[in-house]
């Protein structure tokens, strides 16, 4: 098993940055590939960015594209979302997720994912 606890959300003006932060225990969590997905209001769940367990290989939805970037510090346990430039079309409960996978590869689709976090809201002003 393992645990998931998003931080970091909060209400920011357009133009603004926020970092969430998503801190796992359980397994080790180096073996695992992690993602961020999003709910926004009334909205299905969509894919945001994904990081390889290594950290080594990144993938972003073309939404986010040159706005956000996604990293990991396997020593802390921890994945990182850096969010600039938001824009209010970003407000979304933000969730991270954890697929136990090694090697290169990371992960786009929702289902591919083994646990999840609870979320965390982001809301961005106009």
């Known amino acids: 098993q393992v645990q998931l606890v998003e931080s970091g959300g909060g209400l920011v003006q357009a133009g603004g940055s926020l970092r969430l932060s998503c801190a796992a225990s359980?397994?080790?969590?180096?073996?695992?590939?992690m993602g961020w997905f999003r709910r926004p209001p009334g909205k299905g769940r969509e894919f945001v960015a994904a990081?390889?367990?290594?950290?080594?290989?990144?993938y972003n939805a073309d939404s986010v594209k040159g706005r956000f970037t996604i990293s990991r510090d396997n020593a802390k346990n921890t994945v990182y979302l850096q969010m600039n430039s938001l824009k209010p079309e970003d407000t979304a409960v933000y969730y991270c997720?954890?697929?136990?996978?090694?090697?290169?590869?990371?992960?786009?689709?929702?289902?591919?994912?083994?646990?999840w976090g609870q979320g965390t809201q982001v809301t961005v002003s106009s």
């Open positions: 997720a954890a697929k136990n996978s090694g090697g290169s590869y990371y992960y786009t689709r929702s289902y591919e994912y083994d646990y």
């Open positions: 359980g397994r080790t969590f180096s073996s695992y590939a």
């Open positions: 990081i390889s367990w290594s950290g080594t290989n990144t």
